[in-house]
């Protein structure tokens, strides 16, 4: 499913561009903020600790490419689970890599405070000063993190890259002369003086290294930001691999080489690398860099931590607006978050909630490492995901589009074990990384439920009619069952049945019933002949009509719980229904019955028996005070409008006594709801009348079908009442006194 309006954004970012938001993300901030912490854990085994974090990030990264390269949208991770998993799994997997994001951007702008603040301390003390106690405090801290963000969200807002490129040749250069120095040190040192403080290698043993890899994890995403902005990147399949590699690769040759200095010949003569890790936790790298490169190098390292950071903070905020984007326009998240800027046409509320959540969190997360752990232990967990999305996305589809992970399904297998495994270590390890993420999820359930559901699947809906492939891209081959009894109206029925389930994917099952006691098989054989008559005929009308449904005969005493029966057994995820004939309070209550009881999706069609669906070019859908949304309606909608170009109108019906201020109110309510069912054209119109009933049977003489809601049944942890009211008088009135066909859709 493609989220309104991606297919309007403009691809204007080149490899080199994608790559530097990789590299920008990801070299620098993680190794100086975090390799304090893997150091004093395992010594100078924090080599291996990299090198490992960067072998599971390359098979990551194979998996991010496929599944990015075929599908590029904008989202990264939740955009995978949209298309390959369901809408609600999407939320789940968008919610939490939203807040990992900013979590990281956490990371970085207190990082940067952090390096701000050494930084005007060692100037002043180079110049004979002695620094102000403020210049340590947390407050000032969060002053200079709350700054560095709001520059860089009003940056995103004036510009798509929003900057940062500068920042990031700039770390990159600084990195360079320190490694190239650090080498002519190493090559000039003797090697026993060299090689002594890398004895013993694995100082930590196996838990500490697994845990210096928990810890840095995150120290190597980054890659996955190019995903993130899939939507404008340029020759998506060819760019977004080649990206994602280079930007690990040359991080990788950056953090191995410095990390090899650091433990030998950054280390103090006498001391060990976990005592100096332990000493200086937050400049471990600057204080080795001073000792084989003197004040220039613990000079260096600063400037490179400021660059870094700062790249890094950009680079993440301008993944979590996407994402944010990608959900608001989903109606994951409010609708108000997809609003562009004027001008720039960047997400601009969606970067505003993205920075404010940001400081916030800033003002929670007492310090660097927690922020830290939480941001490693969410982007495993949605890595891990993302392994699966792309296993499941290539075998539903049997092929790739783009990019092919090689040695498939090894590398995502081993890829996804290797993420999870990390992320349960981490969440035992660091409790409160694990609590934190526990605490946001449920947040986010709650809101989703209470909020967003609604909205989220009745778009999700229409987007499954428009695309097949999204359909089949999760698994699924829906079934709509649709008893027959009169052949002369199985045409028009089964054309309504074929818009209900996605095309090409879904399936529509045609049920006679024979009427008679399964005791009694000779009145059942006498029944028989009747029976195939009208699947014949109702096969022989949907073969002509370009149709090929399956067909079902059964016999039973009652109808009504036969098909009850039959659509329980097959999992139906539809039952239509044609109401044409039915009349009486018996009937009439045995059909609310059978609405109450059965487990699916119920349309009831009422139509002449000359009607057919081709013809159908204008639809009404009138909509009560509150909404009456579900996604039946809208695949229905999407469904026609997608096949033959049906225009669609929403109307309201007021109360003469509401105000002008009502009616404005109640236009703009249904426009929103509009553009949930059917984001393409349509047009909404509000009617004031004292008699509803009336002003819809009028207005239906200019359309050619009347799509209703009816409440919903039951709630989605239970099952409807027995004696559940469902299909309205109203709604039956309108049927029965339509100048045009009638469908009722109501949802499970």
Not at 311 to 337: E, F, G, I, W
């Amino acid at each position: 499913m493609q989220s309104e309006g991606q297919a309007d954004t403009q691809r204007t970012v080149g490899v080199w561009g994608a790559t530097g938001v990789g590299v920008g993300a990801i070299v620098g901030g993680g190794i100086l903020a975090l390799a304090g912490a893997a150091l004093a854990a395992t010594g100078p085994a924090a080599i291996v600790a990299f090198a490992l974090n960067g072998v599971v990030a390359f098979i990551t990264a194979m998996s991010f490419a496929e599944i990015s390269s075929s599908f590029p949208q904008s989202g990264g991770a939740y955009t995978f689970a949209k298309r390959v998993l369901s809408v609600r799994a999407a939320f789940v997997v968008g919610w939490i890599i939203w807040f990992a994001y900013i979590v990281a951007g956490v990371l970085y702008a207190l990082g940067f405070a952090a390096f701000a603040s050494e930084s005007i301390s060692a100037l002043i003390s180079a110049f004979g000063g002695s620094p102000a106690s403020w210049i340590a405090s947390r407050g000032f801290a969060l002053l200079l993190a709350s700054t560095a963000t709001a520059t860089y969200a009003a940056a995103l807002i004036r510009k798509e890259s929003g900057g940062g490129q500068w920042e990031t040749i700039g770390k990159v250069l600084v990195f360079t002369v320190l490694i190239a120095f650090g080498l002519m040190v190493f090559v000039r040192t003797p090697l026993e003086r060299s090689m002594q403080p890398l004895t013993p290698f694995f100082s930590g043993g196996t838990s500490g290294l697994i845990k210096a890899m928990g810890f840095t994890f995150i120290a190597l995403q980054g890659f996955d930001l190019i995903a993130a902005i899939a939507g404008e990147i340029k020759d998506p399949a060819r760019t977004i691999p080649k990206s994602m590699f280079r930007s690990l690769s040359l991080a990788l040759a950056i953090y191995l080489p410095l990390l090899l200095l650091v433990c030998s010949v950054g280390v103090p003569e006498g001391q060990t690398v976990e005592q100096m890790a332990r000493n200086n936790p937050d400049t471990a790298i600057a204080v080795a860099a001073e000792n084989y490169m003197g004040r220039t190098g613990y000079w260096l390292v600063l400037i490179a931590g400021l660059l870094s950071m700062l790249s890094a903070l950009q680079a993440n905020m301008l993944a979590a607006s996407r994402v944010a984007l990608s959900m608001a326009l989903d109606r994951t998240l409010p609708a108000v978050l997809g609003r562009r800027h004027g001008r720039a046409k960047t997400p601009a509320m969606a970067i505003y909630a993205s920075a404010l959540t940001l400081v916030a969190i800033a003002f929670m997360i007492p310090n660097l490492a927690a922020a830290g752990a939480a941001a490693s232990l969410i982007f495993l967990l949605s890595f891990a995901l993302t392994h699966l999305t792309a296993y499941l996305s290539r075998k539903r589809l049997g092929r790739a589009t783009s990019y092919r992970t090689p040695a498939f399904p090894l590398i995502p297998a081993v890829g996804g074990l290797s993420c999870a495994a990390l992320s349960v270590y981490q969440a035992l390890a660091v409790p409160s990384a694990g609590a934190i993420i526990v605490v946001w999820l449920g947040l986010g359930v709650v809101l989703y439920v209470a909020l967003f559901a609604q909205d989220a699947e009745t778009a999700d809906a229409s987007a499954e009619a428009s695309d097949p492939d999204l359909v089949r891209l999760r698994g699924r081959s829906p079934l709509v069952l649709l008893p027959v009894a009169n052949p002369q109206h199985a045409e028009g029925l089964i054309a309504v049945a074929n818009a209900l389930s996605p095309p090409q994917i879904g399936r529509v099952l045609l049920l006679t019933i024979v009427a008679a006691d399964r005791a009694d098989l000779d009145s059942a054989a006498e029944r028989l002949p009747d029976a195939q008559r009208v699947v014949s005929g109702a096969l022989r009308t949907s073969y002509q009509s370009g149709h090929s449904p399956e067909a079902l005969i059964t016999t039973a005493s009652d109808p009504w719980d036969e098909i009850r029966r039959v659509a329980t057994e097959h999992k139906c995820e539809s039952l239509l229904l044609g109401v044409g004939e039915i009349s009486g309070f018996e009937q009439f209550s045995r059909l609310q019955r059978l609405m109450a009881n059965v487990d699916c999706d119920v349309a009831l069609m009422r139509s002449p028996s000359d009607w057919q669906l081709t013809d159908v070019k204008r639809i009404l859908v009138p909509i009560g005070g509150g909404g009456q949304q579900h996604g039946l309606r809208a695949r229905l909608l999407s469904s026609l409008c997608r096949a033959q170009a049906s225009h669609v109108t929403f109307v309201r019906v007021l109360a003469p006594d509401t105000s002008t201020a009502g009616q404005r109110e109640a236009e703009q309510a249904l426009r929103r709801l509009a553009q949930v069912k059917l984001p393409g054209k349509h047009e909404v119109q509000i009617v004031v009348s004292d008699d509803p009933l009336k002003t819809i049977v009028d207005l239906s003489e200019k359309f050619d079908l009347i799509a209703i809601g009816l409440r919903p049944r039951g709630s989605r942890l239970g099952s409807a009442r027995p004696n559940q009211q469902i299909v309205s008088e109203f709604a039956m009135r309108v049927a029965k006194d339509a100048h045009c066909a009638t469908i009722m859709l109501s949802r499970h």
